[in-house]
């Protein structure tokens, strides 16, 4: 396993304090309040947020093995991924050696089922991108013990979507013309889709690039969502967004909510509070809540209809209940 590194991943992005504490604090300031009848709601719902510390990384990977989320979020696609990358491969690789780019990486082991399958076809070159430098040290030290070909260490690792034109031009060269993106997991619900649809099709080349999409349907019962999301594990990962900056959590109840075709995770203040960060402040009261993270669901039709207009070429693979599918796309 060749490992291309231009810079260390641990100095691109320490873990300050004060600089998360300033950060979240900000948001609420920013977003401010929403009346929802006579409750006042806090949305600070950006996944860029999730990720800050290396603690609060460390709680999402404890997160994804209880066996409730894993099963809804991981399981379902990863058999999909196995039984559908054979034909995927044969659409994808058209132009010799291949730079995999995994958007979103985790751990890295929602890019594994496809590494094993174009192993041995072409010469690979994994490149993970993630908010969280924790993140991508992570993937490249899973992904680098399969021996599937080179991992691509460098800047633009720890990277968000403004990047991402960036990293796919800087990745491709004339031994590696093309790039597989992949953005796996359910990902693209944590976001405002459009937008982030607009940013990847921006970084793809029209001829050669492919992107694989893993995401969440509506089909599943309302019930089953939200309890494969209202549990301790998720409890511990979300809250930190909040502890983090003065909350106390034997002060917030934790809840989750399925509507407007989304999860929306949030919790509800027990008591009054008066938010301290230098020379500001702000004060909540009891029964306030706030939202903390949302993941979309889509229906299937939606998500055609959405995925359509940014590329010409799409094809849909579903799971026999319709409650994931994985969207190849081609411009």
């Known amino acids: 396993m ?23 604090f900000k948001e609420l300031i920013k977003r401010g309040y929403a009346l929802e009848g006579k409750t006042r709601v806090w949305n600070i719902a950006d996944s860029k947020l999730w990720y800050l510390s290396t603690e609060q990384a460390q709680a999402y990977l404890d997160l994804e093995k ?15 991924l196995k ?23 985790g751990d890295g082991k929602k890019a594994i089922p496809v590494l094993e399958e174009l192993h041995g076809k072409v010469k690979l070159r994994y490149c993970p991108i993630d908010i969280s430098s924790y993140m991508v040290s992570r993937a490249i030290e899973k992904i680098g013990k399969l021996n599937k070909g080179e991992v691509v260490q460098f800047q633009w690792n720890i990277s968000d979507f403004d990047n991402l034109e960036n990293v796919a031009s800087l990745l491709r060269n004339n031994d590696y013309r093309q790039n597989f993106l992949l953005f796996l997991g359910g990902t ?17 080349d029209s001829s050669e690039d492919y992107l694989l999409i893993g995401v969440a349907l509506t089909n599943a019962k309302p019930e089953d969502i939200i309890a494969s999301y209202k549990q301790s594990l998720m409890d511990q990962f979300l809250v930190k967004v909040l502890t983090q900056i003065g909350f106390k959590r034997e002060n917030l109840e934790f809840g989750v909510r399925y ?5 929306e995770m949030y919790y509800t203040l027990l008591e009054d509070m008066t938010l301290k960060f230098g020379d500001r402040s702000i ?3 009891k029964g306030d809540q706030i939202l903390v993270a949302i993941s979309y669901r889509y229906r299937e039709q939606e998500l055609k209809k959405a995925i359509k ?12 209940d ?10």
């Open 2 to 24: 060749n490992i291309i590194e231009s810079k260390s991943i641990k100095s691109l992005k320490p873990n300050n304090y004060m600089q998360v504490n300033d950060l979240i």
């Open 66 to 80: 209880h066996k409730d989320y894993s099963k809804y979020m991981f399981e379902t696609e990863i058999e999909m």
């Open 83 to 105: 039984k559908y990358m054979p034909e995927i491969a044969e659409k994808v690789l058209n132009s010799g050696n291949v730079n995999i780019i995994d958007i979103g990486c």
């Open 188 to 204: 693209l619900g944590n976001f405002e889709m459009h937008e982030v649809m607009y940013e990847i099709m921006e970084a793809m």
């Open 259 to 263: 509507k407007n075709s989304r999860v």
């Open 283 to 285: 004060t909540f009261t």
């Open 309 to 320: 207009l940014y590329f010409k070429d799409v094809k849909f693979y579903m799971n026999e």
């Open 322 to 331: 319709k409650t994931w599918a994985l969207v190849l796309c081609h411009k």
